[in-house]
């Protein structure tokens, strides 16, 4: 079969209307980046930089290419990346919120411009039995059907820290992006430009995350090459929390007030080191909150969610009774540099400035990849999981009906959270420690 693999980027604009995570590498035109037009006094900085760097994406067309569906050895590959990058960035310190199947999508990208030393490191970081190629056709595939079937979106975009008016591309990689990726690219002078202030024009105007963004505390510095991506749209539960009432929540640096939901579920897992539910959401997608038993370290729960599996916890899950859960809302926007999380995993050469990793992206040019950005907007609320939006509630407070004396599942301390699709891959995860 033979198909496009996108939609416009002006029919994503209509088409995704909410943003539901930023949960993955904030992987189509930028008016900050001359791709457009803007008006006002107050852009006039962007105005000013758009002479020191330049689209280079602009003019490459998807054409159609082969489709191949999901199977279990492309499910795997993403499950076992997000069991990994789970050990590895999830602890109880902290917020945490990340998309492995955006990081993947734009690592994978990149692979198609590497050299043939990094583009062997960076597919083995996801398996050992499909190729670059193969990848290509299977995310192409993935993502269209995400965005066709369940009102979400992939956005991504790759910037390289390279004389902007110098700098020339390789043409057939952009051919290859925009007919299997169709991420946005950029090259750009980076003594002369406020690379924050860059990436953060695009967040804002093109990426469909709302509201995220890079705080002027923690600027990015693109010492060579950047991916930066985020996976959105928004899903509604099947069944809605019915109430919300204040309460206490135990974070680690002591107690906070915050806004509890209420529901009546069927679904439930009891892991032994952690318990708690699975919540449907529209298209198939479910939500799985785990709790932590009393006295138990998180490190012992994620070491049990990598033996038994991501994917494979869900196996788990009876429904031979009905359970009452009390959960907070809980919303995050951030933007987490992920390289040193991949490097742990097995990016070596591919993040070393002592290698020209990416001789296919533009000739003669020395490159490597500094930077794997990945941007989360999330709202976890009454009606459902989505990003762009506050939480809400479902418009009955506590005090207007009669809440249950005791609850089975009451998440008042750190828990985590996954988001699944319908066939059980990971497209994103965190953990609460301060709602």
Request: hydrophobic share 40%.
């Amino acid at each position: 079969m033979i198909f496009k693999t996108k939609i416009s980027k002006t029919q994503k604009n209509t088409f995704v209307k909410t943003v539901c995570l930023i949960l993955a590498t904030v992987l189509l035109s930028l008016s900050a980046l001359g791709c457009g037009q803007q008006s006002g006094d107050e852009n006039q900085g962007d105005q000013d930089l758009s002479e020191q760097y330049k689209c280079l994406t602009d003019g490459f067309a998807a054409k159609p290419i082969a489709e191949r569906k999901a199977d279990d050895e492309f499910r795997k590959a993403l499950s076992d990346f997000a069991s990994e990058m789970m050990m590895l960035s999830v602890h109880g310190t902290e917020n945490i919120a990340l998309s492995p199947t955006a990081i993947m999508n734009s690592l994978l990208l990149m692979a198609n411009g590497a050299s043939s030393a990094a583009q062997s490191e960076i597919v083995g970081l996801f398996s050992g039995k499909i190729s670059a190629s193969q990848f290509n056709e299977y995310m192409a595939t993935y993502i269209t059907a995400l965005e066709r079937e369940n009102n979400c979106e992939l956005s991504s975009s790759f910037w390289v820290n390279k004389g902007a008016l110098n700098f020339t591309p390789n043409s057939s990689f952009l051919q290859l992006n925009a007919s299997y990726y169709m991420a946005d690219g950029y090259s750009f002078n980076g003594g002369n430009v406020d690379t924050t202030a860059l990436i953060n024009r695009w967040l804002t105007n093109e990426s469909g995350l709302v509201d995220v963004y890079i705080p002027a505390e923690s600027s990015v510095m693109v010492q060579s090459l950047a991916t930066m991506s985020g996976f959105s749209g928004g899903m509604k539960w099947t069944s809605a929390f019915y109430a919300v009432k204040e309460g206490a929540f135990s974070a680690p640096d002591g107690e906070k007030t915050v806004n509890y939901m209420y529901s009546e579920d069927s679904v439930w897992l009891n892991l032994g080191a952690a318990t708690g539910f699975v919540k449907e959401l529209e298209g198939g997608f479910k939500a799985v909150a785990l709790l932590p038993k009393e006295d138990v370290k998180l490190s012992a729960v994620l070491n049990l969610i990598d033996v038994m599996g991501i994917s494979d916890i869900l196996k788990y899950a009876v429904s031979d009774q009905k359970i009452t859960v009390r959960i907070p809302e809980f919303s995050y926007k951030s933007v987490t540099d992920c390289t040193d999380l991949l490097t742990k995993c097995g990016l070596k050469r591919t993040v070393s400035s002592e290698y020209n990793s990416f001789e296919g992206l533009g000739a003669g040019e020395m490159l490597y990849l500094s930077n794997v950005l990945n941007a989360v907007s999330i709202n976890f609320g009454a009606e459902g999981v989505v990003s762009g939006s506050p939480a809400q509630a479902a418009g009955i407070s506590g005090d207007e009906i009669v809440l249950p004396e005791t609850v089975d599942l009451d998440y008042n301390r750190p828990f985590i959270y996954i988001v699944y699709d319908a066939d059980g891959v990971p497209m994103y995860f965190g953990n609460v420690v301060r709602p």
